[in-house]
């Protein structure tokens, strides 16, 4: 059973930062077998988007809304992803979810960890 563990959430004021880790355990092989890593975000009353995305081999993808300020990352060798978020804007605020994809079929999902950036 494939289980990921968000953590690093918390409140901060607008331009702030903050770095999110994404804990994957029982992966049968290398954590290089998860072929993407991804952060999404929920705000209260939106549709779930896509953050960000980084394959097994390091290519990442990012929404325009983010692109400069947030860097994802992992580390195969510690079974971890990371988001690494930078001035910190108030509609920023969501929960955040960790997500892993195995192709060609298994679908992974974190329980979620609140970023609240005030004003």
């Known amino acids: 059973q494939v289980q990921l563990v968000e953590s690093g959430g918390g409140l901060v004021q607008a331009g702030g930062s903050l770095r999110l880790s994404c804990a994957v355990s029982?992966?049968?092989?290398?954590?290089?077998?998860?072929?993407?890593m991804r952060w999404y975000r929920q705000a209260p009353g939106k549709q779930r988007e896509l953050v960000t995305s980084?394959?097994?081999?390091?290519?990442?993808n990012y929404a325009d809304s983010v692109k400069g300020r947030f860097t994802v990352s992992r580390d195969n060798a510690k079974n971890m992803a990371y988001l690494q978020m930078n001035n910190l804007k108030p509609e920023d605020t969501a929960v955040y979810y960790c997500?892993?994809?195995?192709?060609?079929?298994?679908?992974?999902w974190g329980q979620g960890t609140q970023v609240t950036v005030s004003s």
């Open positions: 029982g992966i049968s092989g290398s954590m290089f077998n998860i072929n993407f």
């Open positions: 997500n892993a994809l195995r192709l060609p079929a298994a679908d992974y």
């Open positions: 980084i394959s097994n081999g390091g290519r990442t």
